[in-house]
C-alpha cells in the first residue's frame, strides 16, 4: 500500500517507516522536524518537510502522495509541558491534525490509523486496563489524544474515514537503525543509559511514596518495533477501532534502572527526587483486543530485550541524530 506518514520523522514515527518500507509499502513522510529528525527518515522514504498548519501544503502533499492509509504520529507529546501550555497541546494536536482529516477527505483516502495514548484515560481504577474504561484525563496532552479520538469518531460517521486508534503504553527500545532522541529528554529508559555512556553522573526517581511494592511508579513498557508492527496490521481493510498497546507486564522505576544495570555491566548512581505532577501511580495494559481482533504478537516482550535494543542504539549514536 502507499502510506502517508506524518512525524515519520519522530521517534515511534522513523521505525514505524522502516517498517512499512520492510513489509514492502511504499512511504511518503510529512514532517516539520521541530521534533523529528532529518537523519531518522529512512532513506527508502519519499520526504517532505511540511506544517499540518498549512492546510493548502497539506492537501497538496496528499494529493501528490495519493496514498491509501494515512498514518498520523505528528503531536506533542510532554504531559508536563501541556500543565504549562494547554495552548499548544490543543493547537498542534488537535486544530491542526483536524487539517489532516479535512484534507484526507478532499483526497479520498478511505483510512486512517492514529497515535492516541493510555494518557486518554488517567489514572484507571483497575489493571490490566481494556479499551472500555472510562476516559478521564488528568492532563492537556491526554485531552487532546482524546478530542482526536473524538473527532476520527465523526470523520468515520459522516465522511466514512475508516480509523484504527491505538492507545500506546510506554513506547521504548529501538531498531538496528532508529532509536530514541529527544531535544529535550524525560523519558526514562533514554535518561538511566545516560549514566553508562557517560553523560550523567547519576539518573533520577521522581517519587519512592507511591502505593506500589516499592514506592516508585509502574509502567508497561512496548518494544517500538512491536509498536510498528501493529500499524501495518491495523492497515489490513476492514479492521477498525480503538486498541491498546502494551505488553501487560508492569514494571516499576527501581525495575527499570536495575534491569538497565543488568543489560550495561554497570552500577547506576540513584538520586531520589519528589514526585513528578501528572504521574498516575500504575499503568498496565491489556492488549488482548489487538491480539485477538488483528492477530498482533509482540516480539520482544520483556524488559531486557527492549532495554538491551535501546543501549546498542544509544552506543552507536550517543549524540542521538546530532552530527
Ligand atoms: N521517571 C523517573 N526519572 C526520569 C524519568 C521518568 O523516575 O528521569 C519516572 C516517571 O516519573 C514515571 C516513569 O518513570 O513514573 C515513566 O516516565 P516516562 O516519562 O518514561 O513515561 P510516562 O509514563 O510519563 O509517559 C508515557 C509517554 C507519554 C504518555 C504517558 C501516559 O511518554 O506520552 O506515558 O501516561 F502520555
New binding site residues.
Partial sequence: MKAFVTGGAGYIGSVCVEELLNAGHEVTVFDNLSEGHRGAVDNRAVFIQGRLSDEPAVTQSIKDASPEVIVHFAAN???GESMANPGKYFRNNVAHGLNLLDAAVACGVRKFVFSS???TYGPPETVPMTEDLPQRPI?P??ESKLMFERLLHWYQEIHGLQFVAFR?????GASMQFGEHHRIE????P??LKVPLGQAAH?????TDYPTPDG??I?DYIHVIDLAQAHILAMTPGKRGFFNLGNGDGYS?RE?ISTCEKVCGRKIPVIE?P??PG??PK?IASAEKARVELGWEPQFPKLDQIVASAWEWHKKHPNGYTA
Fill in positions: 507529546a510532554l504531559v495514548t493510555c494518557a492532563n496532552y491526554g500506546y503504553f510506554n513506547a521504548a524525560t523519558h526514562l529508559i535518561n538511566v539518573c533520577e526517581i521522581f517519587g516508585t511508579c509502567r522505576v527499570v527526587k514526585r513528578r504521574d498516575p499503568l
